[in-house]
Nanobody, 127 residues
């Protein structure tokens, strides 16, 4: 019923840019906090960026702050992740996730608290 579909992943050289999109369906988009997470091979899933269901200021992992920007378009039921100045260590599968009326701090603290997940999109950054 609920679907989150990521797109926009691909292979780029270090210093390049990508914009990921996550289109949501089957839920009231404005009532959910939205987050981006990533998982590299052999590593635990990691918080990247989030927006509260209330809107307001986004929250970022320190490793991407200043390089990545999260935003949402309520009318399109879509959340975006603009990624600039990409580094090889950014290589991972990137997942979109939603959690009902959840704050950015809660999403950053524990990815297991998210209610719905997309299937992910692969980002590969070469040196």
């Amino acid at each position: 019923q609920v679907q989150l579909v990521e797109s926009g992943g691909g292979s780029v050289q270090a210093g390049g840019s990508l914009r990921l999109s996550c289109e949501a369906s089957g839920l009231t988009f404005s009532s959910y906090g939205m987050g981006w997470f990533r998982q590299a091979p052999g590593k635990e899933r990691e918080f990247v960026a989030a927006l509260s269901w209330r809107g307001g200021s986004p929250y970022y992992n320190d490793s991407v702050k200043g390089r990545f920007t999260i935003s949402r378009d309520i009318a399109k039921n879509t959340v975006y992740l603009q990624m600039n100045s990409l580094k090889p260590e950014d290589t991972a599968v990137y997942y979109c996730a939603a959690s009902w009326r959840t704050t950015v701090k809660a999403m950053a603290e524990n990815y297991r608290g998210m209610d719905y997940w997309g299937k992910g999109t692969l980002v590969t950054v070469s040196s």
